[in-house]
Antibody, heavy 115, light 107 residues
Framework: QVQLQESGPGLVKPSETLSLNCSVS????????WSWIRQIPGKELEFIGYIFYSGSANYNPSLRGRVSMSVDTSKGQFSLNMRSVTAADTGIYYC?????????WGQGALVTVSS | DVQMTQFPSVMSASVGDRVTITCRASQAISNSVAWYQQRPGKAPRLLIH???TLQSGVPPRFSGSSSGTEFSLTISGLQREDIGTYFC?????????FGRGTRVEVK
């Protein structure tokens, strides 16, 4: 059974870059799509984007320009970078397997944007 | 983006009760709806996909249905382990969008 685990700094300063990794165990990155989803307090879950194991990615238009994703199949990891963060980016960030209706999720990583 | 209006936001029911949660889409989305359960402190779990198809390993007391732009998740015989938050997801249009969630409590 595949398991996903997010990791990264829990505190990021405004205007800096949020960076998170997702480690996948119990399965291969190939041949799946991998997604990032976040939940801002008081709001519904928001889809950030997805990346294919080969590296092609697609992002939510509302975040395009600030977001990039990458994949490292040798390490069994994929990553999220979000530039120029503000307090409005504070929330729980989830990684998940699947492009449109993810079938396995990590437990989430709390990221706070604050100086 | 497609808006998914989910209701109720909180539901309190007794063990054995039938519980129904609904999401209404802001436009036609075919049957491209999934339902998830998130128990406290746990990762979200896929319950239903394609509006009414039970994910492997999910107990049959969970079922999904649809009528037009309304999609429902029903728990037939609530169990204590069903406590948590349930949310819907549409993926007919990009980006996928979620309902706000329904917190299910057991009386």
């Amino acid at each position: 059974q595949v398991q996903l685990q997010e990791s990264g700094p829990g505190l990021v300063k405004p205007s800096e870059t949020l960076s998170l990794n997702c480690s996948v165990s119990g399965g291969s990155l190939d041949p799946y799509y991998w997604s990032w989803i976040r939940q801002i307090p008081g709001k519904e879950l928001e889809f950030i984007g997805y990346i294919f194991y080969s590296g092609s990615a697609n992002y939510n238009p509302s975040l395009r320009g600030r977001v990039s994703m990458s994949v490292d199949t040798s390490k069994g990891q994929f990553s999220l970078n979000m530039r120029s963060v503000t307090a409005a980016d504070t929330g729980i960030y989830y990684c998940a397997r699947g492009r449109l209706q993810p079938d396995s999720w990590g437990q989430g990583a709390l990221v706070t944007v604050s100086s | 983006d497609v808006q998914m209006t989910q209701f109720p936001s909180v539901m309190s029911a007794s063990v054995g009760d039938r519980v129904t949660i609904t999401c209404r889409a802001s436009q036609a989305i075919s049957n491209s709806v999934a339902w998830y359960q998130q128990r406290p402190g746990k990762a979200p779990r896929l319950l239903i996909h394609s509006s009414s198809t039970l994910q492997s390993g999910v107990p049959p007391r969970f079922s999904g249905s649809s009528s037009g732009t309304e999609f429902s998740l029903t728990i037939s015989g609530l169990q204590r382990e069903d406590i948590g938050t349930y949310f819907c997801l549409q993926h007919n249009f990009y980006p996928p969008t979620f309902g706000r969630g329904t917190r299910v409590e057991v009386k």
